[in-house]
């Protein structure tokens, strides 16, 4: 199967002096949910800011769809779809205003637009809240306005940085069923720090610890290998990231 991602060797040190990935290397088949799973400062999002265009490695190479995203970044960007951690929509306009101005931006023509707003509105089941200011939705309202937004420019490959943080259990079980059905269309590329949420999605899984890939195998690979008595996924995860489970419950106390 074609790989969609290739990362070959790619270093990052930050100029705090932070080495935030050490030769990081591994590459994304088409199709796939492809998880990478750390706890915080792991470097999960320096991953992705350096394969979505916003940052650039320190050395290594890397590429989306086979165009290295240092050298064109325009081409990477039409794409790639983004959901960031932090909200990234306008709070004081709808739903709609907000899929429509990044509809615009990306140049769709009018007669195209109003057909794609009303599709991914469909997708993510907002349809008839289209008109609600986002300052109004709900946190999963939001979030699926949110991955609403990133379907506009039809990506070939989305990238999703923890997209059910902080969503209560219904909500994120939603958002994962949401997940699930786009696979079906593009490739994702999934960080997460819920263990379960990748053992639920993803083909594939990269471990990544303190800027260095641990193992890259199926969720199910993984805990046939490692599993230990009766551990769970979270239990054999954590036994191979080295943190005992009062780490683990006061990452959740973040949350
Ligand atoms: P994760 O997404 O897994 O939580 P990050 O990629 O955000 O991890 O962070 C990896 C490491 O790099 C952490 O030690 C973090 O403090 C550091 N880091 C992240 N962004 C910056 C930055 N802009 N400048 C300096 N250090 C950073």
Do not use: W
């Amino acid at each position: 199967m074609k790989s969609i991602v290739v990362v070959d060797e790619i270093n990052k040190v930050y100029d705090s002096g932070t080495e935030a990935l050490k030769s990081v290397s591994f590459d994304v088949k088409e199709g796939e949910i492809f998880g990478i799973i750390g706890v915080n400062g792991a470097g999960k999002s320096t991953l992705i800011r350096i394969l979505t265009t916003m940052l650039r490695q320190s050395s290594g190479t890397c590429t989306v769809d086979g165009i290295d995203p240092s050298v064109a970044p325009e081409s990477v960007r039409s794409l790639i779809g983004v959901l960031p951690q932090e909200a990234g929509m306008y709070e004081e306009f709808s739903i709609y205003e907000n899929l429509k101005f990044i509809g615009q931006m990306q140049g769709l023509e009018s007669n195209m637009l109003e057909d794609k707003i009303n599709e991914v509105a469909g997708l993510l089941g907002v349809t008839d809240r289209l008109d609600t200011r986002i300052s109004e939705l709900s946190g999963g309202l939001k979030q699926r306005a949110m991955i609403a937004r990133t379907l506009m420019g039809d990506p070939k490959l989305l990238f999703l940085d923890e997209p059910t943080t902080g969503l209560d259990v219904l909500v994120a079980r939603k958002v994962r069923a949401i997940i699930r059905d786009l696979s079906k269309n593009m490739t994702i590329f999934l960080a997460t720090h819920n263990m379960h949420e990748a053992y639920q999605l993803c083909s594939r899984v990269a471990i990544l610890k303190e800027g260095e890939i641990l193992m890259v195998d199926t969720p199910k690979q993984i805990f046939d290998d490692y599993k230990k008595g009766d551990q769970d996924f979270e239990d054999v995860i954590a036994d191979i990231l080295g943190i005992d489970e009062v780490d683990i419950s006061v990452l959740e106390a973040e949350l």
